[in-house]
């Protein structure tokens, strides 16, 4: 049985500018797999050469076993693709966005329009099925666009940046419809939200210049890579000197400071109890645990600079 989808050595270059980079990936069918990166980092491009929008400079991608350059036709039925803009026919009423993508796969009316009004109420957009997108709010035109991507029944649904804009509320529906679709087909999405990665995806890929960095589920990634022992910690007063004093301690592995609060990573627990001794009682306004965070993982492998 080949994987959902298999990566060989794909490469996009644009001009001087490697975007992908000889990247390789395997991904089981029923995976919910998350690739994450900053911006710039070549998700959108990975993104559109397996969706067949785009054609490798190298290397070739197979969808359940189907190859993206030499038969795309066959892999544009087999996927569903929800892209970083919203594309919807303005047009067209959300109802007949859905009727005229179904056209286009040559879905013959008696199969499609039962699904399409299944998928409306799914998607919470029955009530509106007959208005048009302009008159939606983001979340709802993106619903409308998950929606699309599924008239045809995929066997892989790809998701660029799926809830980029959208209000909290309407990120946790999208997230909720997702989760809903998990058993029936293989999900890719790609995010820079830490979050949503960490709440829905089985499978994590960090990518940055075109390269995979680290690949492994939330949890192995923060346990590989976050340091476990972090703690705040505020003092009611001399912070600056605090701050000397704890640097000089061989026991902090990191330290930063803001007025009188500090973040601090320590080589191991029993670490703590040196923290604590150098510190004068009645001084410690606050301390606490702080767990490590995929950000984190993200942050300490992608650096810090501001992208794009
Ligand atoms: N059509 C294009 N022509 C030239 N450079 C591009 C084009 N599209 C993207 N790039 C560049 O390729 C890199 C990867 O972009 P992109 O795939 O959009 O990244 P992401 O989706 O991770 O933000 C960026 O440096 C971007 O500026
Ligand atoms: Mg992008």
Redesign the pocket.
């Known amino acids: 049985m080949p994987s959902a989808l298999s990566l060989q050595g794909l490469t996009k270059r644009?001009?001087t500018?490697t975007?992908v980079d000889r990247f390789s990936l395997e991904v089981e069918r029923g995976t919910v797999f998350g690739l994450l990166?900053?911006?710039?980092?070549?998700?959108?491009?990975?993104i559109k050469m397996l969706t067949t929008t785009m054609r490798p400079t190298e290397g070739d991608a197979y969808i359940e076993g189907r190859s993206v350059v030499s038969a795309g036709r066959r892999v544009r039925e087999l996927i569903g693709v929800v892209p970083?803009e919203n594309n919807l026919d303005r047009y067209l009423t959300a109802r007949e966005n859905l009727v005229l993508h179904a056209r286009m796969h040559g879905i013959p009316s008696r199969d499609y329009v039962r699904s399409i009004d299944e998928l409306l109420e799914l998607t919470g957009l029955a009530g509106r099925r007959n208005d048009f997108p302009d008159t939606f709010s983001g979340g709802m035109q993106r619903r409308l666009v998950v929606a699309r991507a599924l008239v045809h029944k995929p066997r892989l649904l790809f998701l660029?940046e799926p809830t980029t804009g959208l209000d909290p509320q309407s990120r946790r529906a999208l997230w909720e419809h997702i989760r809903t679709l998990r058993s029936e087909m293989t999900i890719f999405l790609?995010t820079h939200y830490m979050d949503e990665a960490d709440s829905l995806c089985d499978r994590i890929v960090i990518m940055d210049h075109?390269k995979a960095l680290v690949d492994g589920s939330a949890t192995e990634l923060k346990s590989q890579f976050a340091p476990p022992h972090i703690y705040e910690l505020e003092v009611k007063r001399d912070a600056e000197r605090y701050e000397e004093l704890f640097r000089a301690l061989p026991v902090v592995t990191s330290l930063e400071r803001d007025k009188e609060a500090f973040r601090i990573v320590l080589k191991d627990e029993e670490s703590l109890k040196l923290l604590l001794d150098s510190i004068r009682s009645g001084d410690i306004r606050k301390i606490c645990t702080v767990e490590p965070s995929l950000e984190q993982v993200f942050l300490d492998l992608t650096g810090k600079a501001v992208r794009?």
Do not use: F, I, V
């Open positions: 644009y001009g500018l975007a990166g900053p911006n710039g980092a070549g998700k959108t491009t990975l970083q660029d790609t075109g794009e």
